[in-house]
């Protein structure tokens, strides 16, 4: 099947590659693999270097480079120059920060001398989405190759344009052929990829079934593996919340990115003393957002990237409203070319319904009142996923009983979850393993090696 690249918001196709054939994939990979053998022997100043001459690259022509984004996948143009800003600024971390977060660490130990030190483990599989199709990328990228590592990308197939934008980025930053490759082959073969001794480990963002698809393969040869996978995250309002703060939160945090996000909130759930107040403001806002052309300025929110991906939310409300759901604002689709849907609300949703169950992965939001915040934790909690999550109280104790209890890899207080370079980005239970980002995620790719000296 080849990479196709249509815009989402006419649905016409702007360009098709074809995938490389398995002459094309070795010959890839022997390049990856060569240049990792010298990659790692470069000092951190030269990658440093490099790594800071790509962020100037994507600063320097970011609203080109951000229209391809738009054009692609249907962001907004303002999202999608976030997102290439944002990658910049995390090369630049990483570029700074490196050193320190490698430098080897003394131990004290029966030995004269003992110490940790981390060192590439080599050629690192990526297999990455198509809702950040930049971000995702550079925040395995940046920190992997600052490691030593060098890295191959396998994208999604819907954005070809976007693969190649960032293979022929390093390129023009100066990375060494080889040090960042892009393979053009469908889900089928990337066990094949996964399973070849030129791979040393596998990271993948993507959906529960690709995580155990890659799993599976990286657990049949041993190799290390991080998967970020999906989430219904819990946005808790408690009894002591600022609602003039919390509204315009909420809606951003469920449309962000036209509501195709990992981490977006997709679970509203407000305590009985909020509730009322909470579903009127919040409606009312969700109905006002302005849906259309994502290179219109005024646009809130762009199309879905697809027609599948539009009909796939489409089909979880109408199963809703079906079975006894009530829609507060939208509910249904927009008319004319592209994949638009209405940024809606839903309340009255139960597990007998599929949005009760399943992440939706588009502009909608269910709303559940509940008692009080204990009852509120639990619901948060049950859910096979556990990625992000946040509370909204300005109650120190309601805040501490959020951060407490709430099952995820990652608690936001009196803030939209979010990605940061600094900080450790990942969840629990059906949302994956390991981390991305910060110290903890450049490690992840690292062989942490015991020296001990006698």
Known sequence: MPYVSVNPATGEVAATYDDHTPEEVDARLALAHAAQAEWQTTTLLERSRLMTSAAELLEGELPVLAEVLTKEMGKTFAAAKGEVAKCAMTMRYYAEHAERMLAAEEISSPATTSSVRYEPLGVVLAVMPWNFPLWQVVRFAAPALMAGNTGVLKHASNVPESALLL????????????????????????????????????????????????????????????????????FIVAASADLDRVIPMAVTGRVQNNGQSCIAAKRFIVVESLAEEFMARFSEAMDALVVGDPMDPATNVGPLVSADQRDEVAEQVADALAKGATATAGGHQVDGPGFFYRPTVLTGVTSAMRAGVEEIFGPVAVVYPVANLDEAVALGNNTPWGLGSSIWAEDPDEQAQGIAGLEAGMVFVNAIVASTPELPFGGIKRSGYGRELAAVGMREFCNAKTVFVA
Do not use: H, M, W, Y
Not at 170 to 191: K, T
Not at 196 to 212: F, K
Not at 213 to 219: I, K, L, P, R, Y
């Open 167 to 234: 293979e022929n980025l390093f390129r023009r930053a100066g990375f060494p052929e080889g040090c960042f490759v892009n393979l053009f082959i469908p889900g089928s073969r990337v066990a094949d990829v996964i399973r070849d001794e030129r791979i040393a480990a596998v990271t993948l963002t993507g959906s529960e079934a690709a995580g155990q698809s890659v799993a599976s393969a990286a657990g049949s040869v041993l190799k290390k593996c991080v998967l970020e996978l999906g989430g219904s995250d819990p």
